[in-house]
């Protein structure tokens, strides 16, 4: 008679600037429970692109992050909190890759993580300096301005 006793497997969710997370689930295949959703916004259009994160208008207390898309509306966008230090943005049948994300620090942020294509969604994560409250909205395109998803991050 032989018995099997349950096995612990970690692994490590590599961040550009915060450091690894370790993760211990039993037996052979680890399964995360889903990040909490903050938000779901927009339309649902297919086909769309982000083109750009810049910094919104500087004010005291948090910090704005803008996301410029290219396409005919807004996609759905999901926005969780994977953990205290990481906001993801989930930009449904849409295209991440290829974003300039350096360089885009402040008082809550640490840094953006380079867009990761999964199919057809994309996501960027936003790795935080500290624990932030978090306020989104989107606005549509007028006159030079595309469509944005715009991301506030309060200081707590």
Same mark, same amino acid.
């Given at each position: @008679? ?6 612990? !497997? #970690? ?9 690894? $997370?370790?993760?211990?689930? &039993?037996? #052979?295949? &680890? ?5 909490? =959703? ?5 339309? *649902? !259009? ?5 083109? $750009? %994160? ?5 004010? #005291?207390?948090?910090? $704005?992050?803008?996301?410029? @898309?290219?396409? *005919?509306?807004?996609?759905? @966008?999901? %926005? ?7 906001? #993801? ?11 300039? =994300?350096?360089? %885009? ?10 867009? !990761? ?12 300096? $500290? ?18 998803? =715009? ?6």
């Amino acid at each position: @008679m032989s018995s099997t006793s349950p096995t612990t !497997v #970690a692994s490590v969710h590599p961040s550009t600037s915060a450091s690894p $997370r370790l993760s211990a689930s &039993p037996g #052979a295949s &680890p399964t995360a429970p889903p990040a909490p =959703v903050l938000f779901t916004l927009g339309n *649902g !259009v297919a086909g769309d692109s982000v083109f $750009r %994160i810049r910094p919104g208008t500087a004010v #005291a207390g948090y910090t $704005r992050l803008v996301f410029d @898309m290219h396409g *005919g509306g807004l996609p759905t @966008m999901s %926005i969780t909190r994977p953990d205290d230090l990481h906001v #993801a943005v989930t930009f449904k049948n849409s295209t991440v890759s290829g974003i300039a =994300v350096n360089g %885009i620090k402040s008082y809550q942020i640490a840094g953006i993580e380079p867009g !990761v294509q999964q199919a057809a969604d994309g996501t960027i994560t936003i790795d935080l300096a $500290r624990p932030v409250r978090v306020t989104a909205f989107t606005l549509p395109a007028t006159g030079a301005y595309a469509w944005r998803l =715009v991301v506030d991050l309060h200081t707590s």
